[in-house]
């Protein structure tokens, strides 16, 4: 198959991501707006105010993508949108920029999973993993365990049964008052701070299963937090030893995971795989058993039109069948094992 130059479009939450990938040449440019700033006045994210921000932001952003490249419209082959799973209203403005600009193109559009896009980002990496292996997925509300084999070949292995990692750092982190977005605020804290002060559980750690629950543990910091009144130093205390019983169980169930799949590679995607302790934890529980721990660049840990872009363009090569007809859906809840296989 010749070389496919494909757009990506992210617009599920409250990051814009414009990207263009080339399959022969790799990552041409990519250009992201985060709306942080803008919610933080609200606590949170406001869907009915993220969607206004995406149309502001997308056209400007394939202008300069287009610009970094050094291409124009002209030279894109197909593009690729996230379709779900995300806030509705924010997830239609990107599919119908996305679907207007392959109808003005006379080129196919492809809905891209979210979740795949991150499973998938560590294969732009400079040192990608080779298929199979055992991805861990942190992304805001999802933890999830997955066996990969290939494009569009997963099979789930277990998944927070309610707060997943994401939830429960953004929760707490409202409890220890650090704002939005409170889970960068609290691993931040969490540097500063010694765990093993306060005592919090390991949810599900030896539950038997690849399982997940994190509400437990977020309720016990709101019972801490209630009959303990915390200077500076024990909110930064609490905060370390929330991130040492979250790590820990993330830590735990992945190699676990790792094990019962026969394999030697792990694959850790979403936005909470950025943060340093997990990644530090990681490293040296897998090194002593011999597993290798991939991760995408810090850049495209959270949401990013590159990591759809990249989904897209390996789907088409797989044999995926895009829509060319003008047509465009969402789907705000989209479990990903309900994703079809490519081909």
Request: proline content about 6%; aromatic content about 6%; glycine content about 12%.
């Amino acid at each position: 198959m010749p070389a496919m130059r494909v757009l990506g479009i992210e617009s599920s939450c409250d990051e814009t991501g414009v990207a263009l990938y080339d399959t022969e040449r790799g990552l041409l440019g990519h250009a992201v707006h985060s709306q942080v700033d803008m919610h933080q006045a609200y606590g949170g994210v406001v869907p009915e105010l993220a969607s206004r921000d995406h149309i502001r932001r997308l056209a400007p952003l394939l202008r300069r993508v287009l610009a970094d490249s050094g291409l124009n419209l002209e030279d894109v082959d197909a593009v690729a949108y996230t379709a779900g799973p995300g806030l509705a209203g924010a997830l239609l403005v990107g599919a119908s920029f996305a679907a207007a600009l392959a109808l003005a193109r006379g080129i196919p559009a492809l809905p891209v999973h979210h979740l795949e896009g991150h499973l998938l980002s560590p294969l732009l990496s400079r040192d990608p993993p080779n298929f199979p292996f055992v991805a861990l997925l942190v992304s805001g509300g999802h933890t999830q365990l997955m066996h990969v084999t290939g494009v569009g070949a997963y099979q789930l292995l277990g998944e927070s049964l309610d707060d997943a990692a994401g939830e429960a750092f953004d929760k707490t982190a409202k409890l220890l008052d650090l704002g939005y977005p409170g889970g960068p605020a609290l691993a931040q804290l969490a540097e500063t701070g010694t765990p093993g002060r306060y005592k919090l559980p390991r949810p599900m750690l030896h539950s038997g299963d690849l399982d997940f629950s994190f509400s437990g543990l977020k309720t016990a910091v709101l019972t801490l937090v209630r009959t303990h009144p915390l200077d500076a130093p024990g909110r930064a205390d609490l905060a370390a030893e929330f991130q040492e019983a979250v790590t820990e169980v993330l830590v735990a169930k992945s190699l676990a995971a790792v094990r019962q799949c026969g394999m030697q590679r792990l694959v850790v995607a979403g936005g909470v795989g950025a943060n340093r302790r997990l990644r530090q934890r990681l490293n040296e529980a897998a090194a002593t058993v011999g597993v290798r721990v991939f991760y995408p660049e810090l850049e495209l840990c959270t949401d990013n039109g590159a990591m759809i872009a990249f989904c897209g363009a390996q789907r088409l090569l797989a044999g995926a069948q895009p829509d060319s007809g003008g047509g465009f859906a969402v789907r705000p809840r989209w479990p990903l094992q309900e994703l079809l296989p490519v081909g």
